[in-house]
């Protein structure tokens, strides 16, 4: 970093941007300097790297997934611009100390033992300190009493793009950046690994978010790659390893990833697309129930995304009511309690609408045989009157005849209209 900033004082700073009266020598000089190089240049970085990983690598599907919240990238391209100028701040002490020789930096190897050989233990060590370091702070971060406060800002998204691999809270972001320079503190290390190191490593933050799932089969189990990490935002509790599996199986904390076993986010969109196509009900979703907590002391649960919302679709069951799961970020169809849910309204849908059939059709059946039977009634009535009425007036005048029959007819044929309004009101 110390080359760095002396090409920029000598091209940039001192002839364009501070006063003559201002001695390169000063120290609050170098720290602003250090600030406009480091934020700079990790914003460029950032951009050369997740803009094509974005385009080229990541699958586009994966924004089809009902976890992938509107205007996401937009959301996670300016949290990760707000929040790069403040962790470097934070920074800033730290390169401040590493230009000015108070760390084991060195320019050369001529006073290593193995000559340039050097730099490959160099790397090992530093690899080792980052990958523990990172897993520590990583596992930290979701200790419920930080969580909500440092780390929640990068889990807001359950299915990251790219773009999020930047997207930390200002101080959750420094804290990410600390185990690189612890190495410079315990051990000798080269400048110019340093910074390469730090350069691949910024690579490898993106790389794990980009959706690229494929890697050699001996790897899947010893890389904590993108599917590996793609779990850890689905799941929460599980995969917090920087580069490897090995502190994650030796903590209890590893998980295969989903994705292997072909039940992964892509795999899900595929699904929920092909049942679209059929008609047929929705595959049952990826994130399948509530992840019980490994530990107690450092994990929370189910990413807790909104503790105070009243409309939280369910919770799981937490005292503290740390582990809701906000619905403005779960659609109805995916919750850690009810994964099965929109095939149980599919079906509960389906049953009603049977039901109600069923019911329309029992009660026009019944309307119907209650029509018939007061109609069969009142012909067997009449037919009952008509021959009661021939039998007993067989000498009786025409005219008496007439009126009875008349009279008979009408009180029926009231009768009979007051029934058919009644059932048809009903009905």
Not at 373 to 382: A, E, G, K, N, T
Request: aromatic content about 14%.
């Amino acid at each position: 970093m110390d080359v760095i900033l002396e090409y920029a004082d000598e091209y940039l700073f001192t002839p364009y941007v501070y006063p003559a009266s201002w001695d390169e020598d000063n120290s609050l000089r170098k720290c602003l300097s250090l600030f406009l190089i480091t934020w700079s240049m990790g914003f460029i970085s950032y951009l050369l790297v997740a803009v094509p990983s974005y385009f080229f690598i990541f699958d586009h599907d994966m924004m089809k997934h009902p976890h992938f919240q509107k205007n996401q990238l937009r959301q996670e391209f300016w949290q990760s611009s707000y929040a790069m100028p403040l962790m470097f701040i934070m920074s800033t002490p730290m390169y401040y100390l590493e230009v000015t020789g108070r760390t084991r930096l060195r320019e050369n190897y001529d006073d290593a033992c193995f000559g340039y050989f050097t730099a490959i233990p160099e790397l090992i060590s530093m690899i080792i300190v980052v990958d523990f370091l990172s897993y520590t702070f990583h596992r930290a971060m979701h200790h419920k009493l930080v969580y909500k406060y440092l780390h929640k800002d990068h889990h807001k998204w359950k299915v990251a793009t790219p773009f999020a691999s930047h997207a930390f809270h200002p101080v959750d972001g420094f804290l990410q950046q600390m185990p690189y320079h612890v190495c410079v503190i315990i051990f000798p290390v080269n400048k110019y690994l340093f910074i390469t190191f730090l350069v691949l490593a910024n690579i490898w933050a993106v790389s794990i978010h980009d959706g690229e799932f494929e890697m050699p089969e001996w790897m899947k189990s010893v890389i904590n790659g993108p599917a590996h990490h793609t779990d850890h935002h689905m799941y929460f509790n599980y995969n917090y390893g920087q580069f490897f599996t090995v502190w994650d199986r030796l903590c209890g904390s590893y998980r295969h990833p989903s994705t292997f076993e072909g039940e992964g986010p892509l795999q899900y969109v595929h699904k929920l697309e092909s049942s679209k196509s059929t008609s047929t009900p929705a595959p049952e979703t990826d994130v399948k129930s509530y992840e019980t907590p490994i530990s107690s002391e450092y994990d929370s649960g189910v990413e807790s995304s909104g503790e105070d919302s009243e409309e939280s679709i369910c919770s799981s069951g937490s005292d503290d009511g740390y582990c809701e799961y906000e619905a403005a970020r779960a659609p109805v169809d995916i919750c850690k309690n009810c994964s099965n849910l929109e095939s149980s309204v599919f079906e509960l849908h389906n049953s009603t609408v049977n039901k109600s059939n069923i019911l329309k059709n029992t009660e026009k059946e019944k309307t119907l045989s209650e029509e018939n039977v007061f109609l069969s009634s009142y012909i067997h009535r009449s037919n009952n009157s008509l021959e009661l009425f021939c039998s007993s007036s067989v000498a009786s005048d025409a005219l008496t005849q007439r009126r009875f029959s008349v009279a008979c007819e009408h009180s029926s044929e009231n009768e009979f209209v007051h029934k058919r309004r009644r059932f048809s009101f009903r009905g």
